[in-house]
């Protein structure tokens, strides 16, 4: 009877653990309610450095290409430069719709020919082999010398800044981290750019210096360099 009892209390503890507390139980997050723009990222910083161009004047195309060079900073391990970019696009003006496929080619002496030298029927999962040349960046000017409105270095000004200031690693980049998606062995030069989650017992490094500097804040000195060359 009395686990019965403790089963009963608990349970309101359990359907109502959201942070949404009006609406139906599988609904788990707050409504978002926008009337002049708006912006989804799995980033809290890349959602920032949209709003930022939106509010500044820019068009949802620059908010996208900001959000997206912000990603490849803070969330290295599942975006980047290094990686291609699809979009579609709506012009309201010309009432067309667009398709961009920014997916980069395969290196030109990688032939049919060259994988059947090598014994293979299919292209391996890792190793050189499968990289191809990256797609996002030239992706990037495109869209924007069709649709940006606003300049491209305050596009991307956010994205410098935090490359070159450094930022704080929240938890899902450090689980990665520590679970070998990215391995920091075999990455070396990667090193000083991350800090792992905050420790059981605090931060024994400053919370207010680079990670390179005896601090916790992530830094990306070299994407900073390639960035703003591209400008």
Not at 203 to 230: C, H, P, W
């Amino acid at each position: 009877m009395k686990k019965c009892i403790l089963f009963y209390l608990l349970m309101p503890m359990v359907v109502f653990g959201q942070d949404r507390p009006y609406g139906k139980l599988w609904a788990t997050r707050s409504q978002v309610i926008a009337q002049h723009g708006m912006a989804a990222t799995s980033h809290p910083l890349s959602t920032q450095a949209a709003l930022d161009v939106l509010k500044a004047g820019g068009n949802a195309i620059d908010a996208a290409i900001a959000a997206n060079a912000m990603e490849g900073v803070v969330e290295p391990h599942v975006n980047g430069i290094g990686g291609d970019l699809y979009a579609i696009v709506w012009d309201a003006k010309t009432k067309k719709l667009y398709g961009l496929n920014g997916s980069g080619r395969s290196p030109k002496s990688l032939t049919l020919a060259e994988f059947k030298k090598r014994g293979l029927t299919h292209i391996p999962s890792t190793g050189p082999l499968p990289v191809s040349v990256p797609g996002a960046v030239d992706a990037w000017f495109e869209l924007h010398k069709k649709f940006g409105s606003m300049p491209m270095n305050k596009v991307l000004e956010k994205a410098v800044s935090y490359a070159r200031n450094g930022f704080p690693v929240h938890g899902e980049l450090a689980s990665a981290l520590a679970e070998g998606k990215t391995s920091l062995s075999k990455l070396k030069p990667l090193k000083p750019w991350f800090a792992l989650a905050p420790p059981v017992h605090g931060f024994k490094r400053s919370t207010k210096k680079l990670y390179g500097q005896k601090g916790i804040l992530g830094a990306n000195k070299e994407l900073d360099t390639i960035v703003r060359r591209m400008i």
